[in-house]
């Protein structure tokens, strides 16, 4: 489990960090996210921008 967990933490840096260089928008990086969750069976979410500024 914990290794599922640091490769979903990996995937958002790295989403991150092409957001912060230009290679991808924002919105993208988003639809991505959302991807990520809703594989998820454990109920969590990683924020989304209707629920937290700067996303």
Do not use: K, Y
């Not at 914990?2 to 912060?20: G, N, P």
């Not at 988003?30 to 069976?41: A, D, E, K, Q, V």
């Amino acid at each position: 489990m914990h290794d599922h967990l640091r490769s979903e933490l990996e995937q958002l840096f790295d989403l991150i960090s092409q957001v912060e260089a230009g290679t991808l928008e924002a919105g993208a990086a988003r639809s991505l996210i959302n991807t990520m969750r809703c594989g998820r069976t454990t109920g969590r979410s990683v924020p989304t921008a209707s629920r937290t500024a700067g996303w």
